[in-house]
Protein backbone atom coordinates (compact mmCIF):
# COMPACT_ATOMS: atom_id res chain seq x y z
CA UNK A 1 0.00 0.00 0.00
CA UNK A 2 1.27 3.42 -1.17
CA UNK A 3 1.05 6.59 1.29
CA UNK A 4 -1.72 7.70 -0.92
CA UNK A 5 -3.45 5.06 -0.54
CA UNK A 6 -3.11 4.84 3.31
CA UNK A 7 -4.30 8.42 3.20
CA UNK A 8 -7.39 7.26 1.58
CA UNK A 9 -6.59 8.45 -1.56
CA UNK A 10 -6.83 6.08 -4.51
CA UNK A 11 -4.59 6.40 -7.51
CA UNK A 12 -6.67 6.03 -11.06
CA UNK A 13 -7.55 7.35 -14.42
CA UNK A 14 -10.90 10.02 -13.45
CA UNK A 15 -13.72 9.51 -15.93
CA UNK A 16 -16.16 10.92 -13.23
CA UNK A 17 -15.45 14.51 -14.85
CA UNK A 18 -14.29 16.01 -11.47
CA UNK A 19 -12.98 19.54 -11.71
CA UNK A 20 -9.04 18.86 -12.37
CA UNK A 21 -7.37 20.09 -9.24
CA UNK A 22 -9.37 18.14 -7.21
CA UNK A 23 -8.84 14.95 -9.04
CA UNK A 24 -4.97 15.08 -8.81
CA UNK A 25 -5.72 15.98 -5.16
CA UNK A 26 -7.50 12.53 -4.74
CA UNK A 27 -4.63 10.53 -6.16
CA UNK A 28 -6.38 10.27 -9.50
CA UNK A 29 -4.15 10.14 -12.67
CA UNK A 30 -5.84 12.72 -15.06
CA UNK A 31 -4.97 14.00 -18.44
CA UNK A 32 -3.53 17.45 -18.21
CA UNK A 33 -1.58 18.91 -15.36
CA UNK A 34 -3.58 21.04 -13.16
CA UNK A 35 -2.38 24.69 -13.09
CA UNK A 36 -2.75 27.36 -10.56
CA UNK A 37 -0.40 30.22 -9.29
CA UNK A 38 0.00 31.58 -5.95
CA UNK A 39 -0.95 35.29 -5.38
CA UNK A 40 -2.42 34.79 -9.38
CA UNK A 41 -4.66 37.77 -8.16
CA UNK A 42 -2.89 40.93 -7.68
CA UNK A 43 -0.44 43.97 -8.47
CA UNK A 44 1.12 42.73 -11.67
CA UNK A 45 -2.48 42.71 -13.32
CA UNK A 46 -3.81 46.37 -14.51
CA UNK A 47 -7.19 45.03 -13.85
CA UNK A 48 -6.43 44.85 -10.19
CA UNK A 49 -4.37 48.33 -9.59
CA UNK A 50 -7.74 49.74 -10.93
CA UNK A 51 -9.46 48.00 -8.12
CA UNK A 52 -7.14 49.01 -5.66
CA UNK A 53 -6.98 52.48 -6.35
CA UNK A 54 -10.26 53.08 -5.74
CA UNK A 55 -10.20 52.03 -1.89
CA UNK A 56 -8.45 53.42 1.09
CA UNK A 57 -6.72 50.80 2.44
CA UNK A 58 -5.30 46.98 1.35
CA UNK A 59 -7.68 45.49 4.50
CA UNK A 60 -10.91 47.65 2.93
CA UNK A 61 -10.28 45.39 0.05
CA UNK A 62 -10.20 42.26 1.91
CA UNK A 63 -13.44 42.96 3.91
CA UNK A 64 -15.70 44.46 0.76
CA UNK A 65 -16.90 41.26 -0.69
CA UNK A 66 -18.16 42.40 -3.89
CA UNK A 67 -14.24 44.15 -4.57
CA UNK A 68 -12.68 40.67 -3.20
CA UNK A 69 -14.86 38.85 -5.69
CA UNK A 70 -14.24 40.93 -8.56
CA UNK A 71 -10.07 40.36 -7.66
CA UNK A 72 -10.54 36.90 -7.05
CA UNK A 73 -12.27 36.12 -10.68
CA UNK A 74 -10.42 38.80 -12.73
CA UNK A 75 -7.43 36.13 -13.20
CA UNK A 76 -9.80 33.35 -14.08
CA UNK A 77 -11.49 35.99 -16.44
CA UNK A 78 -8.16 36.00 -18.30
CA UNK A 79 -6.00 32.69 -18.21
CA UNK A 80 -6.79 29.39 -18.41
CA UNK A 81 -6.43 28.24 -14.78
CA UNK A 82 -7.59 25.45 -13.29
CA UNK A 83 -8.69 27.15 -9.19
CA UNK A 84 -9.41 30.44 -8.01
CA UNK A 85 -7.75 31.24 -4.47
CA UNK A 86 -9.80 33.71 -2.11
CA UNK A 87 -8.37 37.34 -2.24
CA UNK A 88 -7.58 37.94 1.38
CA UNK A 89 -4.64 37.93 3.65
CA UNK A 90 -2.86 35.89 6.38
CA UNK A 91 -2.91 38.42 8.64
CA UNK A 92 -6.49 38.84 8.73
CA UNK A 93 -6.31 36.81 11.60
CA UNK A 94 -4.21 38.99 14.06
CA UNK A 95 -6.55 41.95 12.98
CA UNK A 96 -9.39 39.80 13.85
CA UNK A 97 -7.66 38.82 17.20
CA UNK A 98 -7.78 42.58 18.25
CA UNK A 99 -4.03 43.87 16.68
CA UNK A 100 -3.81 46.31 15.27
CA UNK A 101 -2.31 45.65 11.20
CA UNK A 102 -2.01 48.62 8.43
CA UNK A 103 -0.59 48.01 5.32
CA UNK A 104 1.55 50.58 3.59
CA UNK A 105 1.84 50.98 0.30
CA UNK A 106 5.55 50.19 -0.87
CA UNK A 107 6.29 48.88 3.01
CA UNK A 108 3.71 45.99 3.82
CA UNK A 109 2.14 45.16 6.57
CA UNK A 110 2.87 47.20 10.02
CA UNK A 111 1.67 45.19 13.30
CA UNK A 112 1.73 46.35 17.06
CA UNK A 113 3.81 44.06 17.99
CA UNK A 114 3.27 42.16 20.88
CA UNK A 115 5.82 42.68 24.06
CA UNK A 116 4.90 40.32 26.35
CA UNK A 117 2.91 38.11 28.02
CA UNK A 118 0.28 40.34 28.69
CA UNK A 119 -0.19 41.21 24.94
CA UNK A 120 -0.62 37.84 23.94
CA UNK A 121 -3.39 37.56 27.31
CA UNK A 122 -5.70 40.24 25.13
CA UNK A 123 -5.79 38.34 21.85
CA UNK A 124 -9.00 37.30 21.87
CA UNK A 125 -10.91 34.28 19.53
CA UNK A 126 -14.10 35.09 20.63
CA UNK A 127 -15.61 37.72 18.17
CA UNK A 128 -13.03 36.33 15.63
CA UNK A 129 -15.40 34.42 12.84
CA UNK A 130 -17.68 37.48 13.07
CA UNK A 131 -15.35 40.45 12.42
CA UNK A 132 -13.85 38.01 9.42
CA UNK A 133 -17.67 37.33 8.30
CA UNK A 134 -16.92 39.33 5.19
CA UNK A 135 -14.70 37.10 4.47
CA UNK A 136 -16.91 33.92 4.37
CA UNK A 137 -19.30 36.00 2.15
CA UNK A 138 -16.98 36.05 -0.51
CA UNK A 139 -16.57 32.41 -0.47
CA UNK A 140 -19.73 32.53 -0.91
CA UNK A 141 -20.45 34.57 -3.73
CA UNK A 142 -17.56 33.07 -5.10
CA UNK A 143 -19.26 29.87 -5.01
CA UNK A 144 -22.05 30.25 -7.34
CA UNK A 145 -19.82 32.84 -9.81
CA UNK A 146 -16.54 30.53 -11.01
CA UNK A 147 -16.75 28.20 -13.93
CA UNK A 148 -18.10 24.87 -13.69
CA UNK A 149 -14.50 23.40 -13.58
CA UNK A 150 -12.40 25.66 -11.80
CA UNK A 151 -11.89 24.55 -7.87
CA UNK A 152 -12.15 27.57 -5.33
CA UNK A 153 -9.03 27.39 -2.79
CA UNK A 154 -9.61 29.02 1.00
CA UNK A 155 -6.37 29.67 2.42
CA UNK A 156 -4.76 30.99 5.70
CA UNK A 157 -1.03 31.37 7.40
CA UNK A 158 0.43 28.64 9.31
CA UNK A 159 0.68 29.76 12.99
CA UNK A 160 4.34 30.40 12.88
CA UNK A 161 4.46 32.35 10.38
CA UNK A 162 1.69 34.27 11.64
CA UNK A 163 3.41 34.58 15.03
CA UNK A 164 6.36 36.08 13.48
CA UNK A 165 4.78 38.93 11.58
CA UNK A 166 2.85 39.77 15.68
CA UNK A 167 6.10 39.44 17.06
CA UNK A 168 8.47 41.45 15.15
CA UNK A 169 6.25 43.97 13.55
CA UNK A 170 6.01 42.90 10.14
CA UNK A 171 8.63 42.09 7.80
CA UNK A 172 12.08 41.24 9.41
CA UNK A 173 15.74 40.60 8.30
CA UNK A 174 16.79 38.78 11.23
CA UNK A 175 13.42 37.39 13.03
CA UNK A 176 15.63 38.21 16.31
CA UNK A 177 12.82 38.79 18.36
CA UNK A 178 10.38 35.90 17.21
CA UNK A 179 13.55 33.21 17.89
CA UNK A 180 14.06 34.70 21.37
CA UNK A 181 10.26 34.18 22.17
CA UNK A 182 10.45 30.56 20.83
CA UNK A 183 13.10 29.73 23.17
CA UNK A 184 10.59 30.63 26.21
CA UNK A 185 7.74 28.31 26.40
CA UNK A 186 5.98 30.20 29.01
CA UNK A 187 5.55 33.09 26.19
CA UNK A 188 5.36 31.49 23.08
CA UNK A 189 3.34 28.33 23.33
CA UNK A 190 0.33 29.83 24.54
CA UNK A 191 0.49 32.74 21.35
CA UNK A 192 1.11 29.48 18.85
CA UNK A 193 -1.58 27.39 20.65
CA UNK A 194 -3.90 30.32 20.21
CA UNK A 195 -3.34 30.63 16.42
CA UNK A 196 -3.71 27.25 16.03
CA UNK A 197 -7.22 27.28 17.25
CA UNK A 198 -7.41 30.60 15.08
CA UNK A 199 -6.20 29.29 11.73
CA UNK A 200 -8.85 26.09 12.25
CA UNK A 201 -11.82 28.18 13.40
CA UNK A 202 -10.87 30.32 10.34
CA UNK A 203 -10.61 27.57 7.56
CA UNK A 204 -13.66 25.74 9.10
CA UNK A 205 -15.80 28.88 8.80
CA UNK A 206 -13.74 28.96 4.78
CA UNK A 207 -14.86 25.45 4.46
CA UNK A 208 -18.76 26.02 5.78
CA UNK A 209 -18.95 28.61 3.27
CA UNK A 210 -17.68 26.70 0.20
CA UNK A 211 -14.17 26.73 0.02
CA UNK A 212 -13.45 23.27 -1.97
CA UNK A 213 -9.32 23.15 -1.26
CA UNK A 214 -7.41 24.42 1.50
CA UNK A 215 -4.02 26.10 1.32
CA UNK A 216 -1.57 26.78 4.47
CA UNK A 217 1.06 29.18 3.68
CA UNK A 218 4.38 28.40 6.32
CA UNK A 219 5.67 31.35 4.44
CA UNK A 220 9.10 31.66 6.98
CA UNK A 221 9.39 27.71 7.48
CA UNK A 222 13.11 28.29 6.37
CA UNK A 223 14.07 30.32 9.52
CA UNK A 224 13.57 27.90 11.78
CA UNK A 225 16.14 25.62 13.57
CA UNK A 226 16.27 22.14 12.89
CA UNK A 227 15.50 20.58 16.58
CA UNK A 228 12.64 23.40 16.88
CA UNK A 229 11.16 22.17 13.43
CA UNK A 230 8.57 19.89 14.36
CA UNK A 231 7.27 21.67 17.36
CA UNK A 232 6.76 24.67 15.63
CA UNK A 233 5.89 24.36 12.30
CA UNK A 234 5.03 20.26 11.88
CA UNK A 235 2.69 20.05 14.99
CA UNK A 236 0.38 22.85 14.63
CA UNK A 237 -0.54 22.01 11.15
CA UNK A 238 -0.58 18.19 12.03
CA UNK A 239 -3.21 19.62 14.18
CA UNK A 240 -5.16 22.05 11.88
CA UNK A 241 -5.21 19.58 9.36
CA UNK A 242 -6.67 16.82 11.70
CA UNK A 243 -9.29 19.00 12.70
CA UNK A 244 -10.17 19.87 9.03
CA UNK A 245 -10.22 16.39 8.22
CA UNK A 246 -12.61 15.43 10.98
CA UNK A 247 -14.99 18.03 9.92
CA UNK A 248 -14.94 17.24 6.25
CA UNK A 249 -12.83 14.30 5.66
CA UNK A 250 -13.02 15.13 1.28
CA UNK A 251 -11.36 18.54 1.38
CA UNK A 252 -7.82 18.18 0.24
CA UNK A 253 -5.21 20.19 2.10
CA UNK A 254 -2.38 21.78 0.93
CA UNK A 255 0.53 22.92 2.63
CA UNK A 256 3.77 24.84 1.82
CA UNK A 257 6.52 25.20 4.27
CA UNK A 258 8.67 27.19 2.27
CA UNK A 259 12.65 26.97 2.71
CA UNK A 260 12.01 24.00 4.65
CA UNK A 261 14.58 21.56 2.92
CA UNK A 262 15.11 17.91 3.44
CA UNK A 263 12.74 18.55 6.30
CA UNK A 264 9.71 18.67 3.79
CA UNK A 265 9.86 14.59 3.59
CA UNK A 266 8.99 14.27 6.92
CA UNK A 267 6.66 17.28 7.30
CA UNK A 268 4.67 15.88 4.57
CA UNK A 269 4.50 13.26 6.17
CA UNK A 270 3.79 13.45 9.78
CA UNK A 271 0.76 16.21 8.59
CA UNK A 272 -1.25 14.20 6.85
CA UNK A 273 -1.79 16.68 4.09
CA UNK A 274 -2.65 15.70 1.01
CA UNK A 275 -0.05 17.64 -1.28
CA UNK A 276 2.57 20.16 -0.32
CA UNK A 277 3.70 23.41 -2.35
CA UNK A 278 7.73 23.00 -2.65
CA UNK A 279 9.42 26.27 -2.97
CA UNK A 280 12.18 26.53 -6.14
CA UNK A 281 15.12 25.79 -4.32
CA UNK A 282 14.61 21.83 -3.72
CA UNK A 283 16.10 19.72 -6.68
CA UNK A 284 13.23 18.04 -8.78
CA UNK A 285 15.32 14.80 -8.81
CA UNK A 286 14.99 14.84 -4.52
CA UNK A 287 11.15 15.45 -4.90
CA UNK A 288 10.49 12.32 -7.03
CA UNK A 289 12.79 10.42 -4.74
CA UNK A 290 11.14 11.63 -1.43
CA UNK A 291 7.76 13.44 -1.95
CA UNK A 292 6.03 11.98 -4.53
CA UNK A 293 5.92 8.67 -3.37
CA UNK A 294 3.88 9.98 -0.30
CA UNK A 295 2.32 13.22 -1.26
CA UNK A 296 0.70 15.30 -4.24
CA UNK A 297 3.46 17.64 -5.30
CA UNK A 298 2.75 20.91 -5.81
CA UNK A 299 5.43 23.57 -7.62
CA UNK A 300 7.93 24.65 -8.05
CA UNK A 301 8.97 27.51 -10.77
CA UNK A 302 10.92 30.59 -10.01
CA UNK A 303 9.17 33.61 -9.67
CA UNK A 304 11.74 35.66 -11.53
CA UNK A 305 11.97 32.96 -14.37
CA UNK A 306 8.19 34.60 -15.15
CA UNK A 307 9.38 37.43 -15.24
CA UNK A 308 12.30 36.82 -17.64
CA UNK A 309 9.54 34.71 -20.10
CA UNK A 310 10.41 33.93 -23.37
CA UNK A 311 12.68 30.76 -24.38
CA UNK A 312 14.26 30.47 -20.72
CA UNK A 313 10.46 29.98 -19.45
CA UNK A 314 9.82 27.53 -21.45
CA UNK A 315 12.70 25.10 -21.09
CA UNK A 316 12.57 25.56 -17.21
CA UNK A 317 8.79 25.09 -17.47
CA UNK A 318 9.10 21.78 -19.20
CA UNK A 319 11.83 20.43 -17.11
CA UNK A 320 9.48 20.84 -14.18
CA UNK A 321 6.69 19.13 -16.09
CA UNK A 322 9.11 16.25 -17.98
CA UNK A 323 10.40 15.32 -14.38
CA UNK A 324 7.55 15.87 -12.49
CA UNK A 325 4.60 14.81 -14.36
CA UNK A 326 5.75 11.04 -13.55
CA UNK A 327 3.66 11.67 -10.63
CA UNK A 328 0.96 13.18 -9.06
CA UNK A 329 1.47 16.71 -9.89
CA UNK A 330 0.04 20.25 -9.70
CA UNK A 331 2.05 23.18 -11.66
CA UNK A 332 2.46 26.29 -9.76
CA UNK A 333 5.29 28.59 -8.94
CA UNK A 334 7.90 28.24 -5.94
CA UNK A 335 6.73 31.73 -4.55
CA UNK A 336 3.87 34.20 -5.48
CA UNK A 337 3.95 35.87 -9.10
CA UNK A 338 6.03 39.63 -7.94
CA UNK A 339 4.38 42.50 -9.14
CA UNK A 340 6.61 43.68 -11.20
CA UNK A 341 5.56 40.43 -13.85
CA UNK A 342 4.46 41.11 -17.40
CA UNK A 343 1.04 40.29 -17.35
CA UNK A 344 1.25 38.71 -20.97
CA UNK A 345 4.31 36.16 -19.54
CA UNK A 346 1.64 33.87 -17.48
CA UNK A 347 -0.19 33.52 -21.23
CA UNK A 348 2.76 31.93 -22.45
CA UNK A 349 3.60 29.70 -19.49
CA UNK A 350 0.25 28.46 -19.82
CA UNK A 351 0.69 28.00 -22.76
CA UNK A 352 3.77 25.93 -21.91
CA UNK A 353 2.00 23.74 -19.43
CA UNK A 354 -1.49 23.17 -21.43
CA UNK A 355 0.84 21.89 -24.76
Same mark, same amino acid.
Given at each position: MTSLEHKGIQRNTDKSGIKPLLSVLQGKKIERTPLWLMRQAGRYLPEYRQIRAGVESFLELCYTPKLAVEVTMQPIRRYDLDAAILFSDILTIPDALNQNVTFYEGKGPVLKRLEDKNDVIHLSLDHMTYHLAPVYETIRCLSSSLPPA *???????????? *?????????? =???? =???? %????????? %???????????? %???????????? *?IQIFETWAGIVPEDEFRRWVTEPIMKITKAIHESYPSIPVIAFPRGAGIQYEAFAIETNVQAVSVDSSVPLTWIIDHLQPNVVVQGNLDPSVLVAGGNIMREKVQRILDILERGSFVFNLGHGIVPKTPFEHVTQLIDVVRA
Open positions: *VTLIGFAGAPWT *VATYMIEGGI =SRDF =SRVK %QWMLDDKLF %QPLIEILTEATT %QHLLSQIAAGAE *V
